[in-house]
Structure formats: structure tokens, C-alpha cells
């Protein structure tokens, strides 16, 4: 969203959703759920071409250590999703993971 606080990306954006919208083609929709969808497609391909990706990348005041304990709470978070939350595996993953995001922002507070 930043690229939009360009005023000549502003632009850009805005006159090819112009043209995106005037083109969508209302008259041949069958009903309500065609309609939004063509909506969406087009808002999205836009974006997609006009503005791009973010990026996301790593913050430089983060420590690499922040940076590991934070890949290791996404290693269990995928770990909790693929088992049922009411076993006992279950629960010792959900505790795992809330002491991890406690460390992990404890850590921040201390980059910082």
C-alpha cells in the first residue's frame, strides 16, 4: 500500500480501474455472485499489475535470534494445524506456541 502514497502511482491506479470498471460488462451477468466475481478478478489484476507485490522484508532492528524464534513459532503453528487441538499433542503444541509468541515479542522489546 505504500506505492500508493505516489501521486503518479495514484493515477496510474486510478485511471486503470476506470477503464477495468467501465469494461466489466454488466449486461452479460447472470446474477449477483458472476457479478462480484468479475469485480474482484478485475480489482485484483490491477493491483497485481499496477502495484505489485509487497515486500517483506526483514526489519533491520530485529535480531537474527528474534528471526529464528519466530520461523520456529510458524514450524509449530503448521504442526498444531495438522493435528486435532483436543488431544494431548494438541494442547502441548497450543501451549508451546503461546510461549513462543510471548518470547518472541518479549524479544522485540528488547531489539528495539
Known amino acids: ?19 477495468g470498471a467501465s469494461a466489466l460488462g ?8 458472476e457479478k462480484w466475481e468479475r469485480i474482484k478478478t478485475t480489482f485484483q489484476h490491477i493491483c497485481k499489475n ?3 507485490r509487497e515486500d517483506n522484508t526483514r526489519k533491520d532492528w530485529i535480531s537474527d ?3 529464528q524464534m519466530t520461523e520456529r513459532r510458524k ?4 504442526k498444531l494445524y495438522a493435528t486435532n487441538a483436543r488431544t494431548r499433542k494438541g494442547k502441548e503444541l497450543e501451549k508451546e506456541y ?7 515479542k518479549k524479544s522485540v522489546r528488547r531489539d528495539h
Open 26 to 33: 454488466y449486461e452479460r451477468c447472470e446474477g449477483v455472485e
Open 75 to 78: 514450524q509449530v503453528k503448521g
Open 50 to 52: 499496477t502495484l505489485g
Open 98 to 104: 503461546a510461549a513462543l509468541s510471548k518470547e518472541i
Open 65 to 67: 535470534s528474534t528471526w
Open 1 to 19: 500500500m505504500k506505492r500508493l502514497e505516489d501521486i503518479e502511482c495514484q493515477k496510474t491506479f486510478k485511471t486503470k480501474l476506470r477503464e
